[in-house]
Antibody, heavy 124, light 107 residues
Framework: QVLLEQSGAEVKKPGSSVKVSCKAP????????ISWVRQAPGQGLEWVGG?????GATYYTHNRVTIIADKTTNTVYMELSRLRSEDTAVYYC????????????????????WGKGTTVTVSS | AIQLTQSPSSLSASVGDRVTITCRAS??????LAWYQQKPGQPPQLLIY???SLARGVPSRFSGRGSGTDFTLTISSLQPEDFATYYC?????????FGPGTKVDIK
């Protein structure tokens, strides 16, 4: 069974940054994308961004997000800066099955394996 | 950005019922749609990809149909473990997006 190991819960002050890690089994980063999805309390799923390490391709929905992959440790990091109370959520990393596009040079993905989630609480 | 809507937002059903959930995209997305199931306190689980392909290990009572803008997820005979929230997700273009979810609970 594929496991994605996420870092532990974080409590942060507004305006600070948080960095969440997602360690994947060896062989994952050369083959798959890694996506980050968050879920605010009682709310639905929101895609935050993702990376395809083999292509060095990243996409973010917020300009406060940075996603990097460390191929030597099979770990992907998601950093969110200038935190606000609205960023309080469970952050999931998920393995993405890469799908080439018929209409663009990009690659897209759906998520087949999910981490257990990291709770990030932003509070003064 | 492509937006997804789901209907109904919630439904009550009994064990053994046939349940259908609809997902509609704001523009055509071919068959680039996935469905996920999420139970409270757990991460989502992939059920269907490419609109109609069953993910590994998912029971055959789950099925997906559609292409373009209109899609459905059907549970042919609802089981006790199927009470959960279901989300659709498009992977046709960035930003990837999820529908708002459909909660299925016990009647």
């Amino acid at each position: 069974q594929v496991l994605l190991e996420q870092s532990g819960a974080e409590v942060k002050k507004p305006g600070s940054s948080v960095k969440v890690s997602c360690k994947a089994p060896a062989g994952t980063l050369p083959t798959y994308a890694i996506s980050w999805v968050r879920q605010a309390p009682g709310q639905g799923l929101e895609w935050v961004g993702g990376i395809i390490p083999i292509y060095g391709a990243t996409y973010y929905t917020h300009n406060r997000v940075t996603i990097i992959a460390d191929k030597t440790t099979n770990t992907v990091y998601m950093e969110l800066s200038r935190l606000r109370s609205e960023d309080t959520a469970v952050y999931y990393c998920a393995r993405g099955i890469i799908v080439p596009s018929d209409i663009s040079p990009y690659y897209f993905y759906y998520m087949d394996v999910w981490g257990k989630g990291t709770t990030v609480t932003v509070s003064s | 950005a492509i937006q997804l809507t789901q209907s109904p937002s919630s439904l009550s059903a009994s064990v053994g019922d046939r349940v259908t959930i609809t997902c509609r995209a704001s523009q055509g997305i071919s068959s680039a749609l996935a469905w996920y199931q999420q139970k409270p306190g757990q991460p989502p689980q992939l059920l269907i990809y490419d609109a109609s392909s069953l993910a590994r290990g998912v029971p055959s009572r789950f099925s997906g149909r559609g292409s373009g803008t209109d899609f459905t997820l059907t549970i042919s005979s609802l089981q006790p473990e199927d009470f959960a929230t279901y989300y659709c997700q498009q992977f046709y273009n960035f930003p990837l997006a999820f529908g708002p979810g459909t909660k299925v609970d016990i009647k």
